[in-house]
């Protein structure tokens, strides 16, 4: 069981690296962008085309950051640019993604298995294999949100949390909406992008479906922090996705281990869905009329 759980967490990690990309987007622009779903995948086809052609695995993984950067500047030139809206540019990136990556892989997907992987590297220097996966997450989390909170607390940062928080109060002081609106969509898509390229590495293989379903697991992990915690700065907020991002990995694989019903790998695309249908229901049932009554009928009785 502890072997299980650690893997839980490492992947958890990971993928909280999607969750602070997805939120950059959908929280801090308020832009809800669909680039996520190509976005994830591109990373993975990039680094692992790079890795068979033997490029060093770190420089393969920074490459599909940088290719998540381009691709966030592709929907950010669709939105502000060409003035479509930010939803629909995002499912145009999307649906563009899809050759795109089929393109750069040149088949359905690619194996990194006995390829020269951040993993690979890690256990030839005699690193458990048990605790690869979780020290790789472990500091690639590290360095996303140190660099993140770092550049929100700059000029450039703290013009974009402004253009997210009210476009036409920051236009009229000066700042250029438009250009932030774009880094905004860049830095998103880039950390989406990455995650993509480390969980390919963890995993050992790039498929060119494997972003079917990203967008929900990266909201399930903004909203089981949001659910959970309140009030807080930007960076106390990106560590708590990394906490959603854990909670609902393990809570995933907890319901596909159990033996009382019958769940294939495939079916983990519904269990996405539900558990976030019920995270987004939970709050709604916690303010019920009859849930307060029952509370305040308790609190009496105490």
């Known amino acids: 069981m502890s072997q ?14 999607l969750g602070i990309g997805i939120y950059l987007a959908f929280r801090i622009l308020d832009i809800a962008d669909m680039t996520a779903e190509g976005a994830y995948p591109l990373g993975a086809a990039v ?15 920074v490459m599909g950051f940088v290719a998540g950067l381009l691709a966030g500047y592709l929907t950010g030139f669709l939105h502000t640019k060409m003035h479509i809206p930010g939803l629909l540019a995002g499912i145009l990136s999307m649906t563009a993604l899809y050759s795109i990556n089929l393109r750069i892989m040149g088949q359905a997907n690619i194996s990194l298995l006995g390829e020269n992987t951040l993993p690979n590297q890690l256990e030839q220097l005699g690193v458990s ?18 660099g993140m909170v770092a550049f929100m607390y700059t000029e450039r940062g703290l013009d974009l949390r402004a253009t997210g928080d009210n476009p036409i109060m920051a236009e009229a002081n000066g700042i250029p909406v438009n250009r932030m609106k774009r880094l905004g969509l860049m830095l ?6 990455l995650a993509g390229a480390l969980l390919s ?17 990266g909201l399930a992990a903004i909203f089981i ?19 959603g991002s854990i909670l609902y990995r393990v809570t ?4 596909m281990r159990q033996e009382w019903i019958e769940i294939q790998p495939g079916d983990i695309k519904l269990l996405s869905a539900i558990v976030l249908a019920l995270i987004l229901w939970g709050p709604h049932v916690m303010q019920s009329p009859s849930l307060r009554r029952l509370r305040k009928a308790g609190s009496s009785h105490a």
């Open 4 to 17: 299980f759980i650690l893997f839980s967490v490492a992947q958890g990690l990971m993928w909280s690296i």
């Open 47 to 61: 680094c692992a085309t790079l890795i068979i052609h033997h490029v060093p695995a770190w420089i393969a993984t």
């Open 129 to 146: 294999h048990s605790w690869i996966a979780f020290l790789i997450g472990g500091v690639a989390v590290i360095i996303v949100i140190s």
């Open 188 to 193: 998103s898509s880039g950390c989406t992008s």
């Open 201 to 217: 590495q963890a995993n050992g293989y790039a498929d060119i479906g494997m972003g079917t379903g990203a967008l929900v697991i």
């Open 225 to 243: 922090a949001e659910v959970l915690f309140r009030n807080l700065t930007f960076g106390q907020r990106l560590c708590t996705i990394v906490i």
């Open 252 to 255: 995933i694989d907890l319901i």
